[in-house]
Nanobody
């Protein structure tokens, strides 16, 4: 399963960006899709995750500002980021957990997209 992420870029504080990530390949089901981020010198952390059933999980630092959504028909997950702060600057990685076409569990990562929040 391959994940292709896009949508990063440079934005001023208070601005918005939307990231998207599309899964392709042969798989049986994708149970969870989400976004992680890694800032320079810091560990990768969960930003938001969304299950196929619609349950969400957000990092405390982004609650109320970021919204994760999913188009199951397109195997695509989105991250709408509003009220961006310089502390949100990081490389954002999409992630998917599920079962492949042989019903073996998999975890895949996208290539990462850079989000820079700066004036």
């Amino acid at each position: 399963v391959q994940l292709q992420a896009c949508g990063g870029g440079l934005v001023q504080p208070g601005g918005s960006l939307r990231l998207s990530c599309t899964a392709s390949g042969r798989f049986g089901s994708i149970n969870v899709m989400g976004w992680y981020r890694q800032a320079p010198g810091k560990q990768r952390e969960l930003v938001a995750a969304l299950t196929s059933g619609g349950s969400t999980n957000y990092a405390d630092s982004v609650k109320g500002r970021f919204t994760i959504s999913r188009d199951n028909a397109k195997n695509t997950v989105y991250l709408q980021m509003n009220s961006l702060e310089p502390e949100d600057t990081a490389v954002y990685y999409c992630n998917a957990d599920g079962y492949d076409h042989l019903w073996k569990p998999f975890r895949s990562w996208g290539q990462g997209t850079l989000v820079t929040v700066s004036s």
